[in-house]
């Protein structure tokens, strides 16, 4: 069923894949946020982990919807059922191998209510490494170029993934949402598109920890392009 009671802030969007031990993390920095008013929708994308993730979540006290997908729907139409399902006019990724500071949801709800007409919001990001011997590594956002569709299309500007942005989902709905059809850079192609529609805000803390199950040489867009070539 759906979730009951009054219309949060925000809505959470937590796609999960055979990762309960990454969930519970993901979960546990979702429940440390000084922002109360959320919502969390967890698209589980493998219906022979519906037990596990069942267990995982029923160990947090947040309100929560959990969809099972009965087939494998991939991560672009896992969100797009995620943020259809939510309820808020603001919506917030989190993939399950990625984790929040505390302040995450309270200073994306106010970089959004500083200004309505933004149709998305990105803060910096804390590079955490696991198969290379580095300390993690904090990234703090700059301002979004004054042409921010022009430097997404020609590499010059990228979000580093899905975790440090939050979005009106009217907005979301009205570009389609993530296209399927674009494989390898689907968070791409639906950042430009958002960018075509409006204006972008910016957060310059690194309030989301990402890369935990990555290679540098994968966190690097440009050698993941020449990757595709």
Not at 7 to 20: D, M
Not at 54 to 81: C, M, W, Y
Not at 103 to 132: Q, T
Request: hydrophobic share 45%.
């Amino acid at each position: 069923p759906l979730l009951d009671g009054p219309v949060p802030a925000i809505s959470i969007v937590l796609p999960t894949y055979r990762r309960p031990d990454r969930l519970a993390q993901a979960l546990a920095s979702v429940a440390a946020q000084t922002e109360s008013d959320f919502e969390v929708v967890v698209v589980n994308n493998d219906i022979a982990s519906a037990e596990a993730v069942d267990a995982v979540v029923a160990r947090f006290v947040l309100p929560i919807r959990v969809i099972h997908n009965e087939t494998n729907l991939g991560q672009s139409r896992s969100r797009n059922k995620g943020v259809e399902a939510a309820r808020a006019d603001l919506v917030a990724l989190l993939d399950d191998d990625d984790t929040w500071a505390p302040e995450f949801l309270a200073k994306h709800r106010a970089r959004h209510e500083a200004d309505p007409d933004l149709v998305l919001v990105y803060c910096g990001h804390r590079v955490v490494w696991s198969d290379i011997p580095l300390a993690p590594r904090e990234r703090f956002a700059p301002p979004p170029p004054a042409d921010t569709f022009r430097a997404l299309s020609r590499g010059d500007f990228t979000l580093p993934t899905n975790s440090v942005m939050s979005f009106k989902r009217a907005s979301f709905l009205a570009v389609g949402g993530y296209d399927p059809a674009v494989i390898a850079f689907a968070d791409w192609d639906f950042q430009m598109r958002m960018a075509k529609l409006g204006k972008f805000g910016h957060v310059p803390d690194a309030l989301t920890n990402f890369g935990n199950a990555l290679t540098g040489r994968e966190l690097d867009p440009m050698a993941r392009l020449k990757a595709f070539a």
